[in-house]
């Protein structure tokens, strides 16, 4: 923040700065301080008295002339206004829009509407609005016309209607009519199916002046195939435009780079700047020569970065270079963008070519938020209130239309919004700037701007087939409700005009704070306790230093062991005990360390450590217990490199798993201290069943030995460890031997919160020798443990014939977890969730996707994207950002998954394996494969690694398809893609598993949120990261007189 | 074989019943605790033990938990029965330690195969006839015949087992449960029949339960509502 200042870019020579300074400024605002930033942007935003004047005076006019103009309520500004999105209906309507023209099969249209119109108060929307076409959208009023008349009982109540319409919902005319209904929707977003409809439908626009920029519009690509296709729509379009007469209309054509892309990503920057470079390069240089001005779309924020260094290169290549005509917009919501627009004036005075800048406002809004929350980092990349982005839009636009970028940036103002437009009507000085609107949206508005000012206004136009580019607009729409807000109050005569006319400087100001008080900081969406905080990798500022401190820990080597009462046993003291190197799953060539496992008698030494101790620790304060964990989990984050470090090293995992990793580990310490706090610090008083009151406090049950696998090697490990130990009991920790190391370091964190070294003992070494020692001991009083069935049931016997109480065990095991798709899922969102929770971790994690169930009226596209997106998963080098799939923990495991492909494919439809790279031959790796099979019953057991598998059904079979899976005993995790609310909640709720994931991937639980467990062969629970986890390591017991009896 | 298909007839009631939600089924638990509070031979604390189950479980399991979390995606924890337990005793066991299995394991939304000794065969009758006047009846609370008993605590589909009596036959059903093939099954024991030390800890019935969570999307199919809703309002 320190190295810029908002207003010392109103100074001309502010771009003469070198380019790299005026780049530096960008990165480190990516998560600034919004109150900070938002000072110095008022300033630049705030008009002069006479501007003001002027701005409520035009303003005033604007709304006034649009409420009087007869023809100003129509279209899709009065089916917003009709079907606010803040209502149920207005959702429930957009939902249906979005999904219902792509479902193949009519079973599932006549479900998926009948779902719809169920669920909501239609009948309150008839006739309210006078516009025709929200009458024809009303799907009451539509009906009614259509059923009523065939009835002959037009005087019936509109109630009565609904309700026997959904009664025979099932008949064909009503679906005929509701896709009726949807083409006209569709007609109405979209200009043209193809450019020469687009051209054709324009015209009566382009006669009034308007000017049009082609957006050709359709889902981020996937797959390759998918990129060339949007590149070969965007090549059709610029040869259209330019055929007629050279572009005599000044069209333009707006670009979406991840449409040209299948993984436009910061990771994979080096394919961008060469692939992705060498496809945009080709369309300039045909727009070029047909004079066809292109503009490059604004994404999400995560992409800012790498979408400028990709815009630099082709602006700077011969064949843009002299130009002129390259464009690129910019978000206002984006805290960065002022500092981007003096990098692009910088660039363009450096290079002399003008640059067009479409200034919008943001449309990723609550996506961006949600992300920043889910990863904890600092701040947001956006800001929190609608005013502010209002006031930064203003802001930047006063940068823009500043004397000094004439000639370097050509400003193209986007908004719907009246008070915006007076206001840069009244900054401008001159008149070298356009306004754009979307194609059905503002139309009176900007009728009235082009009589009052006589601006240059461009149509944003959505062109393509209505049955692909209805739901892309109407999912836009649903995610960004905001942008009907303005409109909705424009058009609303109810709305006072004084309302309109508020300058957002002002509305800002008025406020308490200028952030949004309701938008709590990513780290404080817990009450009580602190979000684990995050890097994000994909922010320059945030990545390098990050990076360096990696470096920094790759060079090192780790030496473990057990610690018995704090005390490192034998490490260095003999070389020739139980020694075991530690080598890095991607390359066996490297060593990570070494590990020297426990002996017999360390294992007697650590039982006798912890037995001792038990009554001591379970006496001392929650509060005490509770404060190691707090202190813990700051340590953890202050050593997040080293532990990422270890998870690249040790467990393979790749960078995005291994801060995930970490931060799991961080909110286990935090919401079980805390639960512990909550739950068991004060004695309470509770009337029994024979009606006496006594005094209650829960206490440690005894010696837990907590059991962890090696697919999270910190988090389960620490989560299992916290856990025990907060709520009483004295520890013994017996991590998976391959990854000893990191929780031996992490033993050393929790030490060096001065824990009493008595409570923790950690034995380093084989399941087979010390976990069959511990668990037929005596003393032992409740295991925890994860891993397979096969070996919680191994415990579970061993416990069982010991001659004592038994033991509390709680397992959490395998699954054999599928997820199971209707037609009415969107498939591009279905294989980006499929392919995350089948290969990311190679497949390693408990909730993975083993078995797609895909309905089969859309599997064959949905297989094709599969293959499609499978081919551009990384498989690699897990420390590298590119690595989407390290490999497997060991020889061993690959072996069994090799062996498990090699037997399937034999009968059964090989639908992809990826051929692995030389960077792999040094590795255990399996090559993410997907296998179409017939049915459940042909996988006997969990292939714990990126294998997929694919089963097809009929609607039809769905019920027998819960069965199946019921059937096979597991139940951990599940997904579910469906449009259909009835359809999802229903194999929710007949499908036993222990974590049910809706129109998601089904992996990466988090603490707190998502606790985890499953049940069946998959686990005994209680859930992991929950309520109600601390309670199984606890008892009941009284106090009398403060004393325990 | 009768308690096999007694097994298999409770295992198929049980998605029913656990569907009728906690609150239903306390209503039907509280009238049987009053029917068996005007019987005079059991005495007032199985009805007591009955109606303090109830009291405790009801607040625990019977809503659905909203968990917070970030924007745009709800996440709600449940509480689900387990299956079929078994509920058997010693001879001569107090009817208070039965009945309060018997609560715990219905209330979550169990179905229950009552297994007590021939010695209990009366009580037992009485437990399930009450039961049944209450609605609590078709296969969600069953008599086995004690000889079965064994086959019932090795059946692998059944959830678990409730047990009322001395430690050392705990130990033993503990081993048979250990020896079965299959998921790891519950066992839940009250050995203390002077201060019921197992029955009377106010979460007893989540021995009985299993959670599950259901995570909802909401901004792929309707918007972020929440965000939405919240506006530029403040505090």
Redesign the interface.
Known sequence: MSLFSPADTLQASYIDKPLSDLWNTISPLYMVDEDVLLKQLIPLAKPSDQELALIEKKTTELVNCVRLDKNAIHLIDALLLEYS??TKEG?LL??LA??LMRIPDTATVDALIKDKLSAANWQAHLKNSESVFVNASTWGLLLTGKVVSLDGNKQEKSTHVIKRLVNKISEPIIRKVMSKAMKIMGHQFVLGRNINEAKKNGQVFSQKGFLYSYDMLGESALTKRDANKYLQSYLDAIETLGAIANNKDDSSVSIKLSALHPRYEQANKDRILNEMFASVSGLIKRARALNVAITIDAEEADRLELSLILFEKLYRCDVAKGWGKLGLVVQAYSKRALAVLTWLAGLAKEQGDCIALRLVKGAY???E??LS??NGYLNYPVYT???STDVAYLACARFLLSAHMQGLIYPQFASHNAHSISAIVAMASHANYEFQRLHGMGEALYKHVVLMYGSKVRIYAPVGSHKDLLPYLVRR??????NSSFVNRLIDAKCPISQLIKHPVD?LQS???LH????CLPTD???DRKNACSVNIDIESEALPFQEKIDIQMQKQWLGGSLLNGEKTLINKNKAHDQHQITAPYDRAINVGEVIYASDKDVEKALENAFGFYPTWSNIAVEVRASYLQKLADLLEDNMPELITLCHKEAGKTIHDSIDEVREAVDFCRYYAQQAIDNFSVAKD?V????VTRK?IRQGKGVFVCISPWNFPLAIFLGQVSAALVSGNTVIAKPAESTSLIAYRAIELLLETGIDKEAIQLLVGTGAHIGAQLTSDKRVTGVVFTGS?AT??CI??T???R?V??AT?I?ETGGQNVMIVDSTA?PE?VVRDVIRSAFASAGQRCSALRVLFIQTDIAERVIELIQGAMDELQVGLPYLHCTDVGPVIDKNAKKQLLNHIDALIKDNILVKKLSLSIDCDNGDFVPPTAIEIKNLSQLSKENFGPILHIIRYKATQLTAVIDQVNAA?FGLTMGIHS?NELN?LNI???SR????????DQVG??V??????G???S?????AG???YL??FT??VMIKNSQIV | MQSMKQVELANQEWVAWNNVGANKRAECLLDWANILLKDQSLGSMPSKMINYQIQEALPLIAKVQVMPGPTGESNELYCSGRGTFVITSCESVPVVAVAGLIAGALIAGNCILLCLPNSESALAHKLVTTLNSVGIKGHIIQIVDFKHIDYLIENQSTAGVGYAGEEAQALQINKQLASRDGFIAQLIVESDFKQFTTLADCFFVYRFITERTRTINVTAVGGNARLLALGSGDK
């Open positions: 999105l803040d959702i957009m939902c979005e999904a809004w609550d996506s938020i949600k929350q889910q209130r609608k005013e729409l649903l995610e960004n409700g905001a509305a406020r308490p704070t949004n008080g309701l938008i969406i817990f009450t509770l029994g069943f024979d009606g209650i069935t919680a049931q579970n016997k416990l069982a014939q001659e109480t038994p065990l397992a969107l969102q005993g449009r999802y929710e709720k007949y598993v222990g974590n049910c994931y809706i129109n998601r639980a988090v707190g949120v998502q606790p985890f467990g049940q069946g062969l686990g005994t629970g209680p859930k929950g309520p109600r309670l199984r008892k009941n």
